[in-house]
C-alpha cells in the first residue's frame, strides 16, 4: 500500500491517479477535503480515505498499516501565506512526523519542497546549492527550506532517515485537476480561463528592465513530468536528497500565452496589466532549473515541451469544464 498525502490537492490527485492506474492499493489523505477537490479522484475506484490529523494518528498505533511509500504533497502551498506560525506546523512539524516513521520502519519517503527556496535566483536553481545559504522571498518558501535544512542536518548527524528519500523543489506545475487552487492555479488555467470567457489574456507587465513585457521567463513543467520524477526517485535505490522537477527550459510567459491560443484554435490577444505591489518585490521574473543532479543519477526520460504540455492540458480542461 501507497500513501499519498493532500491526495486531492493538484499535484497530489494526478499522483494518486498514475499510482491507482500502475495496479498500487491507496491511502489517500487530505484536508480539508472539499467537493472541488474530491473531484480529482472521479475514475478512482479502489482507496482508502484518511483526514490528516488522523493519518498521524493512525501510524502511530500498534497496528500501524505496511507502507511501500509515502509521498507527501500535503502542505500549505500558498505562496502569499504569512502566518508563520502555521507554515511551521503543516509544512514544518507535520513533514517532520512523518519523515521519522518512515525512518523507524523503512519506508521510502518523497516529499514536496519547492523551487521558492531559491529566493530571486541570484544564487541559481542548482539543486547542488547548500540550502543553509539559500534566501526565500516569502514564508512559504522559507518554511520548505527549514525542513530541507532539517532533513539534511538529520543525514549528516548520521540520525535515522528512511531508506530512501527525496524531496522535490517544484518549478511552475501546470495540469489537469487544479481548479480548485482558484487563485493559486498556474498560469496556463488562467490563461486558458481568461481565453475562453473574454477571448484575451492578461499578463503583468515587467517591473525590470532586463525583461520586456510579457518577456519574464519561467521553467513551466507539465505535471505529469513531475509525477514521473517522483516515481523514478521512489524506484531508485541510490537516490537520497534533493532533487530539481523542472524541465531545464525557461520559456517566457508570452509563448505561453501564444501556446494556449493555438491549442484553443484562436488567433493571439495579450494585454498587459500593472503588477500587484504586493507581488512586485516577491516576484521571480527568470526560474530555470538545473536538471543535472537528477539527469546525472540515471532519469533519462526528456521532458514535455510546453506547446505539447498546453495542448494535452487545454484538452483535460476542456472536457473536465
Not at 516576484?283 to 514535455?304: C, E, H, I, W
Request: charged share 20%; proline share 4%; aromatic share 12%.
Amino acid at each position: 500500500m501507497i500513501t499519498v498525502t493532500g491526495a486531492a490537492g493538484f499535484i497530489g490527485s494526478n499522483l494518486a491517479q498514475r499510482l491507482a492506474a500502475l495496479g498500487h492499493d491507496l491511502l489517500l489523505v487530505d484536508h480539508p477535503l472539499t467537493a472541488a477537490k474530491a473531484a480529482n479522484w472521479v475514475g478512482l475506484r479502489r482507496f482508502q480515505f484518511r483526514q490528516h490529523d488522523d493519518f498521524l494518528d493512525l501510524l502511530n498505533r500498534d497496528q500501524a498499516p505496511r507502507l511501500d511509500g509515502v509521498f507527501h504533497l500535503g502542505a500549505c502551498s500558498r505562496t502569499t501565506e504569512t502566518d508563520e506560525t502555521y507554515l511551521r506546523i503543516n509544512n514544518v512539524e507535520y513533514t517532520q512526523a512523518l519523515w521519522s516513521w518512515c525512518a523507524r520502519h523503512g519506508c521510502p519517503f518523497v516529499y514536496a519542497s519547492s523551487a521558492a527556496t531559491y529566493g530571486d535566483g541570484s544564487q541559481g536553481f542548482d539543486d547542488r546549492l547548500s540550502s543553509a545559504a539559500l534566501r526565500p522571498l516569502n514564508a512559504y518558501g522559507r518554511s520548505k527550506n527549514d525542513f530541507d535544512k532539517w532533513a539534511l542536518a538529520q543525514v549528516e548527524a548520521g540520525e535515522p532517515a528512511p531508506p530512501r528519500w527525496a524531496g522535490l523543489k517544484f518549478f511552475n506545475v501546470y495540469g489537469p485537476r487544479e481548479a480548485h487552487k482558484s487563485g493559486m492555479a498556474s498560469v496556463v488555467w488562467h490563461a486558458w480561463r481568461q481565453a475562453r470567457e473574454s477571448g484575451e489574456v492578461r499578463l503583468f507587465r515587467s517591473t525590470h528592465p532586463d525583461y520586456p513585457d510579457g518577456g519574464q521567463r519561467r521553467d513551466f513543467v507539465y505535471v505529469e513530468d513531475c509525477v514521473d520524477h517522483m516515481l523514478w526517485l521512489w524506484q531508485n535505490a541510490d537516490a537520497r536528497g534533493l532533487y530539481n522537477s523542472g524541465t531545464g527550459g525557461a520559456r517566457t510567459f508570452r509563448e505561453l500565452a501564444e501556446a494556449v491560443f493555438a491549442a484553443l484554435n484562436r488567433t493571439s490577444e495579450i494585454r498587459y496589466i500593472d503588477m500587484p505591489k504586493t507581488l512586485a518585490g516577491q516576484y521571480q521574473n527568470f526560474t530555470q532549473a538545473d536538471m543535472s543532479k537528477l539527469r546525472g543519477a540515471g532519469y533519462t526520460v526528456p521532458p514535455t515541451s510546453l506547446e505539447e504540455g498546453v495542448r494535452c492540458c487545454v484538452a483535460a480542461y476542456e472536457t473536465l469544464s
